[in-house]
C-alpha cells in the first residue's frame, strides 16, 4: 500500500488577493493535484482570516467537481458551531451526490474567536470543551437528517426535525415526494480536525471510529494524538489504524537541495511564514513543540529553523529519507497531507512539487508497519 498524498488548502493568499483570484487558485490547484495523482484535497473554512479567505469551502468544490476525475475532496473543516446543522446536512449531502461520491466531510469546532463571536459565541464559550459540545449536538442532528426517519429534536443550541412521510399512492402523490439530499452512499466518511495536546477532537474521532486528521505541531502533541484517538477507539470496539491519520505538514520538493531550500526561504511560503504563521505559531504555543524536539529557544525559532530542522523540504531523495525519519520517530501516518501556498502569480515550481511528491516522493515511504522500501524496490 503507498503512503496516500493530500493537498490542504487553507489557503494562506496573500492580503490583496481578490475573491475571484483566490476562487481561481483553488480550482487550478484541484486540477493540478487531480492530475499529479493526489488522492485527496481538504479545503479550509474561515470566517474571520485575511491569509485563510475562503468562507466556503463547498464552492470551490462544486466548480472543481466538473474538472476533475478521480481527487476526493472534503471541507477541512465545515465548522459545526457556526451553522444550523440541518442546512449543513443538506449541502453536504447534495455536495457528494454532485461529486458521485469523491467526498469525505471534515468537521471542526473553529479555531479562531473572532469567527466564533460572529456566529454568537462569545466569552468564556470560547473553549474547547464548549465548542466541542456544539460539535456532539450538530453531528448528532446531522446523522438524523441523513437518516431522513421522522424525528423532532429539541436541543442545547439547535432544534430540528425530519418530516413522517405519507405514502404515495397515487402518481401524483409522487411528485410531493420529500427530496433527497442524504450523502452518496448514505452516509458520509467522516474526518475530524484535532490541534491541542489533549484534543478533544481527537477522543470524538476514536469514539465514533472516523478518520482522524491532525496539523504538525511537534512529536509530542502528534504523538498525544495518537493515543487519545487509540485509546478512544479501542474503548469503543474498534482497532485504530495508522493508515487512516492524516497530518498537515509543510512540504516542499525540488529537483535539488539547494533549489527547494531558496525556493521555500524567498518564494510565497517564506513571505507567508514571515509575515503571518511564525507570529500566529508564536501565540499558539505551536513552537514550542517545535524548539523543545530540536533542543532550542521558541524565541529563537525562526524561518530557517524551519525549513532546516522542521519542514520537509530538499530533493526528493531528502524528502523521502526526512519523512521516514520523522516516521520513525513518531509511528507514522497514512496521508502526507500537503499545505497549500499561494503560488497564483507562478504556479509552475509549486506544481513541480506536487508531482514530485506525489510519483518520486510517496512511493518510498515506509507506512507504519511496513518494511523499509529501497528506491530499488519501488523502482522494480
Ligand atoms: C487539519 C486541520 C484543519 C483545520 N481547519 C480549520 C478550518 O478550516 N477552520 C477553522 O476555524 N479551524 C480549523 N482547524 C481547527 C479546528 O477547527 C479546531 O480548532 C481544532 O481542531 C480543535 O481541536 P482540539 O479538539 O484538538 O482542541 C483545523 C485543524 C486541523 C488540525
Known amino acids: 500500500m503507498a503512503m496516500e498524498t493530500g493537498l490542504i488548502f487553507h489557503p494562506y493568499m496573500r492580503p490583496g488577493r481578490t475573491a475571484r483570484q483566490t476562487f481561481d487558485w483553488g480550482v487550478q490547484s484541484s486540477i493540478a493535484a487531480d492530475k499529479a495523482g493526489f488522492t485527496s484535497m481538504m479545503i479550509s473554512e474561515h470566517a474571520s482570516q485575511i491569509w485563510e479567505n475562503i ?26 458551531p457556526h451553522q444550523h446543522p440541518t442546512k449543513l446536512a443538506m449541502t453536504i ?41 456544539m460539535v456532539r449536538e450538530s453531528l448528532s442532528i446531522m446523522e438524523k437528517i441523513w437518516k431522513r426517519e421522522p424525528f423532532f429534536y429539541e436541543g442545547k443550541y439547535w432544534d430540528a426535525g425530519f418530516p413522517e412521510e405519507e405514502v ?22 467522516v474526518a475530524v480536525t484535532g490541534f491541542s495536546m489533549e484534543s478533544p477532537s481527537m477522543r470524538l474521532a476514536g469514539e465514533k471510529n ?76 505551536m513552537m514550542d513543540g517545535f524548539a523543545k524536539d530540536h533542543g532550542i529557544d521558541p524565541l529563537a525559532a525562526d524561518l530557517e529553523f524551519l525549513v532546516d530542522r522542521v519542514f520537509i523540504v530538499g530533493s526528493p531523495d531528502t524528502v523521502v529519507e ?46 507504519p508497519g511496513e518494511p523499509v522500501a529501497s528506491k530499488e524496490t519501488v523502482a522494480a
Open 168 to 189: 404515495a399512492l397515487t402518481e401524483e402523490d409522487e411528485q410531493h415526494k420529500l427530496a433527497d439530499f442524504s450523502p452518496w452512499g448514505g452516509f458520509p466518511e
Open 210 to 285: 472516523f478518520k482522524p486528521v491532525s496539523i504538525y505541531s511537534g512529536l509530542d502533541a502528534l504523538k498525544r494524538h495518537w493515543e487519545i484517538y487509540s485509546e478512544a477507539n479501542i474503548k469503543a470496539g474498534f482497532t485504530p489504524d495508522r493508515q487512516r491519520h492524516a497530518v498537515s505538514h509543510t512540504i516542499f520538493v525540488g529537483d535539488t537541495d539547494a533549489e527547494a531550500k531558496k525556493e521555500v526561504m524567498e518564494g510565497p511560503i517564506g513571505y507567508c511564514f514571515n509575515k503571518y504563521l511564525i507570529p500566529i505559531w508564536r501565540r499558539f504555543g
Open 93 to 133: 449531502g447534495w455536495l457528494s451526490q454532485i461529486l458521485e461520491g469523491r467526498y469525505f466531510l471534515g468537521i471542526g469546532a473553529g479555531a479562531y474567536p473572532a469567527a466564533s463571536y460572529m456566529h454568537g459565541i462569545r466569552g468564556d464559550d470560547i473553549n474547547s470543551k464548549h465548542l466541542n459540545d
Open 322 to 367: 526526512k519523512t521516514n525519519e520523522l516516521f520513525s520517530k513518531c509511528g507514522g501516518w497514512g496521508t502526507l497531507q500537503i499545505e497549500s501556498h499561494d503560488y497564483y502569480d507562478d504556479p509552475s515550481p509549486w506544481f513541480h512539487s506536487l508531482e514530485l511528491a506525489a510519483k518520486e516522493v510517496a512511493p518510498r515511504i515506509t507506512l
Open 55 to 80: 468562507p466556503n469551502p463547498e464552492l470551490i468544490m462544486a466548480a472543481a467537481a466538473l474538472q476533475t476525475k478521480t481527487i476526493k475532496f472534503a471541507p477541512m473543516a465545515h465548522l459545526l
